[in-house]
């Protein structure tokens, strides 16, 4: 079992920053990936950025790239989500998620921002962005 919690969340106007945060319990001898997701009014989940159990791989989804910056610190179980150039369009709830190692099998480029890979969610944390 793996537990998550996320921080950070709040309002800021276009152009701003915010910096989330997710600590994790963790699975007593299984790595796991993380990621973050996020989901607006009335849209699907959609995967924002991936990261691998030791922090050296990323993968980021295009709305993400060159805006956001995804990291983790295994010695403190926290994964971080800076997000820079907000814009309106980045206003969902942001989720993060943990699969274990070995569960992205298969060729599918899409696999690391899938949500269905994911096992394991937090609450969610709410980010606004006005314009």
């Known amino acids: 079992q793996v537990q998550l919690s996320e921080s950070g969340g709040g309002s800021v106007q276009a152009g701003g920053s915010l910096r989330l945060a997710c600590t994790f319990s963790r699975l007593a001898s299984t790595p796991i990936h993380l990621a973050w997701f996020r989901q607006a009014p009335g849209k699907e989940r959609e995967g924002v950025a991936h990261?691998?159990?030791?922090?050296?791989?990323?993968h980021k989804s295009d709305s993400a790239k060159g805006r956001f910056a995804i990291a983790r610190d295994n010695a403190v179980n926290t994964m971080y989500l800076q997000m820079d150039s907000l814009q309106p369009d980045d206003t969902a709830v942001y989720f993060c998620a943990a699969a274990p190692q070995g569960s992205f099998g298969g060729l599918d480029p899409a696999r690391w921002l899938s949500a269905d890979r994911y096992k394991y969610w937090g609450q969610g944390t709410q980010v606004t962005v006005s314009s």
């Open positions: 990261i691998s159990t030791g922090g050296g791989v990323t």
